[in-house]
Nanobody, 115 residues
């Protein structure tokens, strides 16, 4: 069974940067969209950013201009570069992959931004 393996979370001060990575443990055929979601305590999971197989991107308004999503199709890997982090970015970040069949989800990686 293919799993999504996330890395790069951690604790950072406000204004700092982190880079999240998400790699599939095996081959996923027919990937259409790869993305990152986040869920803060007491809040619903929300889309942070997504990228299609052709490279079109979509960002939540709250992260536009600060976060950049990218992907390596050959490696089935998606990245999220997060700059100028704010305390309100604190959440568990989840990788998501859409392909034929059920969505794939990562286990989540904690991002904590201190003020």
């Amino acid at each position: 069974q293919v799993q999504l393996l996330e890395s790069g979370g951690g604790l950072v001060q406000a204004g700092g940067s982190l880079r999240l990575s998400c790699a599939a443990s095996g081959t996923i055929f027919g990937i259409s969209v790869m993305g990152w979601y986040r869920q803060a305590p007491g809040k619903q999971r929300e889309l942070v950013a997504s990228i299609t197989s052709s490279g079109s991107t979509n960002y939540a308004d709250s992260v536009k201009g600060r976060f950049t999503i990218s992907r390596d199709n050959a490696k089935n890997t998606v990245y999220l570069q997060m700059n100028r982090l704010k305390p309100e970015d604190t959440a568990v970040y989840y990788c998501n992959v859409r392909a034929p069949g059920p969505d794939y989800w990562g286990q989540g990686t904690q991002v904590t931004v201190s003020s």
